[in-house]
């Protein structure tokens, strides 16, 4: 495994302190082939999440002293999932993936390895946690999934990090740039993939100038 797979494995593992109250998902890989079908492969997760918080809420109301800013944390999280619409968003999403009713409703049993993929993929952006983290998200895509997928990230409004070898899709998708140095240094630049390439340029011009400056200041005082 390379050192950028790991740093999002890390992540995903909280080996870099994150808070205990944001949920965290990684795609690891293909679904599992089973009997379940496409859809409820991605709703049934959801739907425990959803008694999850509302056990939660119920163990929160009834304590001596309510937290009511947690309460108010957990409704609102609730609201945003909508359980009455699970079955639309899933299709939707199924849909944008390039999936057709009938191959939603398929047993993933009898779906490729590349289909898989994209059913495990389809659970990452339905379940929409706090923090999704996406290693090459584009690769088993074609076309018209990639051009999907470009537009459903690029609104994504929660916290999305993603390793891609994609300009294009690195420019649609992200708003900030983690560049990993020689020295495993993470530097942090805002903007797209293309703004990223500009802004490296000029700092790195702008330090060669400086560095000659002191070049020809230190030959000077020698002299």
């Known amino acids: 495994m390379g050192f950028k797979s790991t740093f999002l494995q890390s992540i995903a593992e909280r080996d870099i302190e994150i808070p205990s109250h944001l949920d965290i998902y990684i795609v690891r890989g293909e679904a599992e082939p ?9 709703i049934t997760p959801a739907k425990a999440k959803v008694a999850r918080l509302e056990a939660y809420i119920e163990e929160l109301s009834t304590s001596e002293e309510v937290d ?3 309460l108010d944390l957990i409704y609102e999280e609730l609201e945003e999932m909508d359980p009455s619409t699970f079955e639309a968003k ?6 944008g993936l390039g999936f057709s009713q009938v191959m939603m409703h398929k047993p993933t049993k009898d779906m490729s390895g590349g289909w898989r ?18 290693n090459e998200p ?13 537009a459903y990230l690029s609104t994504y409004n929660h916290i999305l990090v993603i390793m891609s070898h ?25 903007g797209n993939y293309t703004t990223y390439v500009k802004t490296k340029q000029e700092n790195e011009v702008n330090q060669m100038k400086v560095y000659h400056k002191q070049q020809e200041e230190i030959a000077h005082i020698k002299k």
């Open 34 to 42: 089973s009997d379940v079908n496409a859809i409820d492969f991605i």
């Open 68 to 70: 009511e800013s947690a």
């Open 90 to 95: 899933a299709s939707s999403i199924f849909h």
């Open 117 to 134: 993929m994209r059913v495990a993929l389809a659970r990452a952006l339905f379940f929409k946690p706090h923090l999704l983290v996406l």
């Open 138 to 150: 584009t690769n088993h895509l074609d076309l018209g999934a990639v051009v999907w997928l470009e």
């Open 166 to 190: 994609s300009q294009d899709f690195m420019d649609s998708v992200c708003t900030h740039i983690m560049d990993l140095t020689p020295k495993k240094k993470l530097v942090y630049y805002s």
